[in-house]
């Protein structure tokens, strides 16, 4: 019941804008974006609840789109600080409230 | 401040030894989580608990145990039975079960076999 990711790596230069997807065989009820940095604890960036609302926090901002049981989140004019490994944690209707899965990571780096 | 505390942040165990992963918090979450991260790859559920005295196994709880005998404290004892123990474990607590709110992360605890 792991969601997907895509892609499972991405490079930009700095001002460049990246998108990275996330999706589920199940019926979610939300979606959470975090960000972490190598041997640290994620730091959460946004969450998105069913009924396809899209949230922004400066200069990333995401979707959800419930009936592609999908979630993409929006990098634009990155900045080397952007630079980490991107989840998508997910809670399915059957599940909400009990547990909480993460998807694999896409690594993004940001190169000056 | 409040958070969520893991100790120790190394942990190195010998063949055949349990050793227990402590994590605290002082934020009066209802909900805890255990992770484990593998390099280079996602977080794996391994076990949670919504109340005191209940907890529920992940996706790979095999050769580990929890309790959660106090709303604050969610140890984790990695068992002889987990033959590949080496990773990056992470705690998380959030406050109860509305889908608005976020996970709190401790700072993690490094495991590795001697």
């Known amino acids: ?112 | 401040d409040g958070g969520i505390t893991q100790s120790p942040k190394y942990l190195f165990r010998k063949e055949g030894q349990n050793v227990t992963l402590s994590c605290e918090q002082n934020l009066n979450h209802d909900a805890m989580y255990w992770y484990r991260q593998d390099p280079g790859q996602g977080l794996r559920l391994i076990y949670y608990s919504q109340i005191v005295n209940d907890f529920q196994k992940g996706d790979i709880a095999e050769g580990y145990s929890v309790s959660r005998e106090k709303k604050e404290s969610f140890p984790l004892t990695v068992t002889s039975a987990q033959k590949n123990p080496t990773a990056f474990y992470l705690c998380a607590s959030r406050q109860g079960q509305n889908a608005n709110e976020k996970l709190f992360f401790g700072s993690g605890t490094q495991l590795s076999v001697l």
């Open chain 1, 1 to 112: 019941q792991q969601p997907v990711q895509s892609p499972q790596a991405v490079i930009l230069r700095e001002g460049e804008d990246a998108v990275i997807n996330c999706s589920s065989s199940k019926a979610l009820y939300s979606v959470h974006w975090y960000r972490q940095k190598h041997g640290e604890a994620p730091v959460f960036l946004m969450i998105l609840l069913k009924g396809g609302e899209q949230k922004g926090h400066e200069k990333i901002s995401a979707s959800f789109n419930e009936k592609k049981q999908q979630s993409s989140l929006y990098l634009t004019a990155s900045q080397l600080s952007y630079s980490g490994t991107y989840f998508c944690g997910t809670e399915t209707e059957r599940t909400y409230g009990q547990n909480f899965v993460f998807g694999p990571g896409t690594r993004l780096s940001v190169l000056p």
